[in-house]
């Protein structure tokens, strides 16, 4: 890899999460699987597609120990009192919390009132842990009753249901109001839930639905929401319709008159969808032009820094996102350039480089295949006669 590209490469390692990268990285074979398509701005195994940010791992909560969160999650509450700073009463005027901290846990002091986030966030990953009152009182929604309110709107229900029914759309893990969960994975009260939530806001346009929302929740490892498309906020008693969300909002959690007790609350941004943006994933035709076009540029003016064969390949690269055809008449033009300099070579000096003249003539014949660049060239010709003089065909199997 030469300087500027493990530079680039070292600056996506350390770049904040979904930075995209400034020069493409170069890991793996170019022309290799099938190129970009219409949906498609990356080939398929491409190696200028980005890699993926590193994020360290965090460890698992064990009963009595809260895990480690992963390096790079946005901790809301640790166990430590100082922690109660990142909240702040639900009230109008938000002001500092009555719940308090007992033992490492965030725990309700009924009739206080909600609380709230200080941070805003939307779409995430959000892990939560929460326990019941180890002594039982009351029943249905009466026992053990809190909430987990995404962006201070969507309720995950908290409730202990350890043998104890209640309505199923108001279940622990249930969308309140909407979608009951998949199962019940409570462990008995006293005991932490680990309840892990991937939350998707709905996104509109001009008025028009683009994308519901959705929320995926796993209780204890339990999958118990699977990709629910909300249907507004939902909530108690009134059927609420989808509609656009805020931008952004508190995570709030609930009094419910119970004093129930949380721990180890963390979440992750996430990226945004392609129907907002995001370059991944499912996009339009507009959106994939767009991000072949910028591939393309990046790869000519990384071609710009680079000499001889590897210059060559990497304007040739190009032509796989974009067919440009100033970077097309240069690519035949350094091609013309490069096969001039194999003429009379003799045959132990071809020998040598084998390697680096397969390499061009597989791009050439990449290109042609998929109509990047017009069959029959001289370079192309003169390349293939090298290949069967120096008996470089492979043999068919
Ligand atoms: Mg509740």
Not at 358 to 377: E, M, P, Q
């Amino acid at each position: 890899m030469n300087p500027s590209l493990r530079s680039a490469a070292l600056a996506l390692l350390t770049a904040p999460v979904f930075a995209a990268a400034p020069v493409p990285l170069s890991i793996g074979p170019a022309f290799y699987g099938d190129p970009p398509d219409e949906t498609h701005p990356w080939g398929i195994h491409d190696r200028n597609r980005p890699q993926p940010p590193r994020v360290v791992a965090g460890t698992p909560s064990l009963p009595g120990q809260p895990g480690r969160p992963p390096a790079d999650a946005i901790v809301l509450f640790d166990g430590s009192a100082s922690a109660l700073a990142n909240w702040e009463s639900d009230g109008k005027e938000g002001g500092p919390t009555k719940w308090i901290v007992r033992d490492g846990a965030l725990e309700c002091v009924p009739k206080s009132g909600y609380i709230r986030s200080k941070a805003r966030f939307g779409d995430c990953q959000l892990h939560v842990e929460w326990a019941a009152p180890r002594e039982v009182k009351g029943n249905s929604q009466g026992r053990g009753n809190s909430g987990i309110f995404l962006m201070g709107l969507v309720e995950v229900q908290v409730l202990d249901n350890h043998e104890n029914p209640t309505y199923a759309d108001g279940f622990a893990n249930s969308v309140y109001g909407t979608n009951p969960p998949l199962a019940n994975p409570l462990r008995p009260p006293g005991e932490f839930q680990q309840v892990d939530i991937i939350f998707r806001r709905p996104v509109y346009r001009d008025g028009r639905v683009v994308d519901p929302g959705y929320l995926t929740v796993f209780c204890n490892g339990v999958l118990v929401q699977d990709h629910t498309p909300l249907e507004g906020q939902g909530g108690h008693m009134r059927r609420t319709k989808p509609g656009p969300f805020p931008e952004s909002g508190p995570l709030k959690l609930q009094d419910h008159g119970n004093p129930v007790r949380f721990r180890n609350i963390w979440y992750r941004p996430l990226p945004p969808r392609s129907s907002e943006g995001g370059t991944d994933g499912a996009l339009t035709p507009a959106a994939t032009t767009a991000k072949r076009r910028a591939t393309a540029a990046d790869l000519r003016s990384d071609a710009e820094q680079r000499q001889g064969t590897e210059r060559l390949l990497r304007l040739a690269e190009s032509l796989v996102y974009e067919s440009e055809p100033a970077a097309t008449k240069r690519v035949e033009e350094l091609a013309t350039t490069y096969t001039i300099g194999l003429k009379g070579l003799p045959s132990t000096e071809l020998e040598s480089r084998k390697g680096e003249i397969l390499g061009v003539l597989r791009a050439f014949r990449y290109l042609i295949k998929h109509g990047k660049l017009a069959a029959g060239s001289a370079p192309q010709r003169e390349l293939e006669r090298i290949e069967r003089a120096q008996a470089w065909e492979e043999k068919k199997k």
